[in-house]
């Protein structure tokens, strides 16, 4: 079946840093959401791409929707301690079921 | 706007009770809501789809019985965990797809933790 594997597992970085994590398919997307989760609270919607090649910023971040249509990638720019977090990524699994599969997720940590 | 709520936040319980989270789309209306169940450093996974006015759909290895929803009206969806074992001690989160939008796109409440002693 579908997977959408997520790289690094996990990350440390000094606040000011940038970071880039990625997210990769099996099969091909139509769309690519990229969701921040904190610890005991929901996942929370960060940026959405519906084309291949579009590149789209929210504030710091900035996400892209791979040409292949099979990867993105996530890119957090002067990084923050409250950019604390697990990072997923998602895709709609296709069909009339509107059901989305997650990524493995992304935990970023970051030193003040 | 695409607020989720969901009540209660906490709830601790005794093995063999049952117990209702709700899940509110609170600025816009959603045919579809979706329940999640997330274990500790662990993705989300897919327990069932919720659609207003028919049956929820389970996905594999959820048991429908056990996982009782019910989605009575376009903004509320309630997940029911009957006779409730420690097992089932987790963190349960909804999300909701706005009716009137032709993306993807699902936003999620704030996640309910079940604790069953």
């Known amino acids: 079946g579908q997977q959408l594997n997520q790289s690094p597992q996990s990350m440390f970085i000094q606040e000011g840093e940038d970071v880039s994590m990625n997210c990769t398919s099996s099969?091909?997307?139509?769309?690519w959401l990229w969701y921040k989760q904190d610890p005991g609270e929901g996942p929370v919607l960060l940026i959405a791409?519906?084309?291949?090649?579009e590149l789209t910023s929210n504030g710091r971040l900035t996400a892209q929707f791979g040409i292949t249509r099979k990867d993105s990638f996530l890119n957090i720019s002067a990084s923050i301690p409250s950019d604390v977090g697990i990072y997923f990524c998602?895709?709609?699994?296709?069909?009339?079921?509107?059901?989305?599969?997650f990524g493995t997720g992304t935990l970023l940590g970051v030193q003040p | 706007g695409a607020v989720v709520s969901q009540h209660p936040s906490r709830v601790i319980c005794k093995s063999g009770t049952s117990v209702k989270i709700e899940c509110r789309s609170l600025?816009?209306?959603?045919?579809?809501m979706f329940w999640y169940r997330q274990f500790p450093k662990q993705s989300l996974m897919l327990m069932a789809t919720?659609?207003?006015?028919?049956?929820?759909?389970?996905e594999q290895g959820v048991e429908k019985d056990k996982f009782l929803i019910n989605h009575a009206s376009l903004t509320l969806s309630t997940l029911t965990v009957t006779s409730a074992h420690p097992e089932d001690s987790s963190f349960y989160i909804c999300?909701?797809?706005?009716?009137?939008?032709?993306?993807?796109?699902?936003?999620f409440g704030p996640g309910t933790r079940l604790t069953v002693l």
């Open positions: 999300s909701a797809r706005p009716r009137d939008r032709w993306t993807d796109t699902q936003y």
């Open positions: 791409l519906y084309k291949a090649g």
């Open positions: 600025d816009f209306q959603a045919t579809t």
């Open positions: 998602a895709g709609p699994l296709g069909g009339a079921t509107n059901k989305l599969i």
């Open positions: 919720s659609n207003e006015g028919s049956k929820a759909t389970y």
């Open positions: 099969s091909i997307f139509n769309t």
